[in-house]
């Protein structure tokens, strides 16, 4: 069992910047491949980005790619989501989750956060 903990969410201008966080329990975290997902008011949540177990590699969807940057510290067990050059349209409600493969986890996760929110004002 993963329980995840989302924080750093708020209310910032176009063109500003935020840190999500993602705070794991337990002590398999370094074993689990981590993603994070979003969804906006009326829409279905989406993939935003997703690391690998070691930290290696990284996936992004195309919408934020070359903004967002997805990194994680396995001796604190956090993965974060660095977002930089936001738009009115990421605004959305961003889930961290947790998958034993990074195989298919644009398409869903094993364990999920409760979400944390974030405004973009344009």
């Known amino acids: 069992q993963v329980q995840l903990v989302e924080s750093g969410g708020g209310l910032v201008q176009a063109g500003g910047s935020l840190r999500l966080s993602c705070a794991a329990s337990?002590?398999?975290?370094?074993?689990?491949?981590m993603a994070w997902f979003r969804q906006a008011p009326g829409k279905e949540r989406e993939f935003v980005a997703a690391v690998t177990e070691s930290g290696r590699s990284t996936y992004y969807a195309d919408s934020v790619k070359g903004r967002f940057t997805v990194s994680r510290d396995n001796a604190k067990n956090t993965v974060y989501l660095q977002m930089n050059l936001l738009k009115a349209e990421d605004t959305a409600v961003y889930y961290c989750?947790?998958?034993?493969?990074?195989?298919?986890?644009?398409?869903?996760?094993?364990?999920w956060g409760q979400g944390t929110q974030v405004t973009v004002s344009s």
């Open positions: 989750a947790a998958r034993k493969t990074v195989v298919g986890i644009r398409h869903g996760s094993d364990y």
């Open positions: 337990g002590r398999t975290f370094s074993t689990y491949a």
